[in-house]
């Protein structure tokens, strides 16, 4: 394995563990929101409650930490001044905090005219439940900038810390208060709220501790502030870039949610089948490099900046494109594991995997499109994600609009998945517009070995399909009404049966030792 390929294993690892945690627990989340809500009207509508201070979380957290904060402020700790430094620190987190505290009182305000573009069934009950939920918007902000500065210094298991207790909190605040409030979507949301709020407090000391102190300061010194101008200038087209990205979710719910009753509720559960995926390895991978490719680009040591992003796309190869294939086949069992308890019965385990085998299918891109922005971003370019975003959203809701009336939540998942292979495409086209490595040999290595992952994982899923129906048909008939028995088992022997014909396939092509990176 190259070096660059262990460094960046290494330097995720921590990250990564905390991420998987996270994810386990988001699933732990959804899976107490499976038993409390299923995938009824009510589950709707907190689905539609929390997209709204979500988006603008993406576009004002998210967008401007990765796309513009940490480039800029690596430029000031290369430059060592630390005057300058915490004066950049005190007007960015200036400008944020009244950039947000707007957008939480006008989300607030606006709630009774937003709710209603995604439809009117339970419609003041979304109207109670985005209010409840908007100030997350500025708790996860503040997470967001402490976030920015820890990774800009290398320091990641914070940032993987935050979520989990996000979390943990959520999910105790449903069951403890649950009986206490109207319904068990109020519970939850109060508990989303609780998590934000702990997200910044539990990393402020961490900041702290780096030596980064920072105060509020005036409003028009922040907006004067060079380095504040230079996030600005940088995550304007990427604010434009986002919105188109998360307007693709605007459009999908407010068409799912008049498809049908519980079709939202699906395609959430569905999606977070995926974030699990994405989020253990994907995201882990483009928050570390992005720290190290902005430094690579900025010393003009393009060798260092092309191996590191070579091996990130490799990584991203070899885990994403075997999981697609298994969870393509095993989905169900998945999902009823997961799931199938109290008020998510058998109906709304037919909707979930409908959208979830679609989703799947563009596991690898989305992936792809995490590693790749950032590798944008510490070029200082963000116009270039921007273009690839517009066109994706383009894709996306045309897709959506046509496919939705025949395939109703598969057809909201599929438009999702064909827009982010439309966003990779549109991602290299621009990246080999704009590059200092040779493009086409880059491309080519990355083709042949996503090439091999595919037939690795094809002949690894043969033994899979073959048992299935036997397995199926055993556990089903002797396991009764034991869930673990009847979903967790076969599970377990599938994914045996895949990764031991797989990774000796792996392990005999050397494709484990790094020989394409």
């Known amino acids: 394995m190259p070096p660059s390929t262990r460094s960046l294993l290494r330097s995720g690892s921590a990250l990564s563990l905390l991420t998987l945690v996270s994810r386990v627990l988001g699933l732990f989340r959804e899976m107490t929101k499976a038993a409390l809500l299923g995938t009824s009207a009510l589950s709707d509508a907190f689905s539609v409650a929390f997209l709204i201070p979500n988006l603008f979380r993406r576009l004002f957290a998210e967008g401007s930490i990765s796309a513009a904060f940490i480039p800029t402020f690596k430029g000031y700790l290369l430059e060592d001044d630390q005057q300058k430094t915490r004066e950049f620190l005190s007007c960015f987190c200036t400008f944020l905090s009244f950039l947000v505290s707007i957008a939480v009182a006008a989300g607030i305000i606006a709630a009774p005219l937003l709710v209603p573009v995604f439809g009117k069934t339970e419609l003041n009950e979304t109207v109670f439940l985005t209010r409840i939920m908007f100030p997350f918007l500025g708790f996860i902000s503040i997470a967001a900038f402490f976030q920015g500065i820890l990774n800009s210094v290398h320091v990641f298991a914070p940032s993987g810390l935050a979520p989990v207790i996000l979390n943990i909190v959520t999910i105790a605040c449903a069951w403890l208060l649950h009986p206490y409030t109207k319904n068990p979507a109020r519970a939850i949301a109060v508990g989303i709220l609780a998590g934000g709020f702990l997200e910044a407090a539990v990393q402020a000391p961490f900041v702290w501790k780096r030596g980064f102190r920072f105060f509020f300061t005036g409003l028009r010194a922040a907006f004067a502030n060079p380095g504040t101008r230079a996030v600005l200038r940088l995550v304007a087209p990427t604010i434009i870039g986002m919105a188109a990205y ?105 909707l979930t995997l409908t959208a979830f085998r679609f989703h799947i299918a563009g596991l690898y891109f989305i992936a792809l499109n995490r590693i790749i922005a950032p590798a ?61 490595i040779d493009i086409k040999g880059f491309l080519t290595k990355r083709l042949i070995f996503m090439l091999r992952m595919t037939a690795f994982s094809v002949i690894a899923l043969i033994p899979v399909l073959l048992f299935n129906k036997y397995l199926a048909g055993f556990f089903t008939a002797e396991g009764a009404g034991n869930r673990f028995y009847r979903y967790a088992l076969p599970l377990f022997i599938t994914l045996i049966l895949f990764a031991g014909t797989g990774v000796p396939l792996l392990l005999a092509s050397g494709s484990l030792r790094g020989k394409t990176g």
Not at 327 to 345: H, K, P, T
């Open 246 to 350: 998360q307007l693709n979710d605007v459009v999908s719910t407010a068409l799912a949610r008049r498809a049908g009753v519980g079709i939202v509720s699906s395609l959430q559960y569905s999606l977070r089948l995926q974030e699990l995926m994405l989020g253990v390895f994907a995201v882990s991978i483009g928050t570390v490099i992005l720290p190290n490719l902005s430094e690579y680009a900025k010393s003009s040591n393009w060798d260092m900046y092309e191996r590191r992003l070579a091996s990130a796309l490799d990584i991203i190869a070899l885990i994403t494109i075997p999981v697609s294939f298994f969870s393509l086949a095993e989905g169900g069992l998945v999902i009823r594991l997961l799931f199938q308890s109290l008020s998510f019965d058998e109906e709304s385990v037919r």
């Open 376 to 436: 944008f971003y510490a070029r200082n370019d963000a116009a270039s994600p921007t273009k690839a975003g517009v066109f994706s959203f383009a894709v996306n809701i045309a897709l959506a609009v046509l496919l939705v009336g025949p395939m109703k939540g598969g057809g909201v998942a599929l438009a999702l998945s064909v827009s982010g292979a439309a966003n990779t495409a549109a991602l290299f086209v621009l990246f080999g517009k704009k590059t200092h």
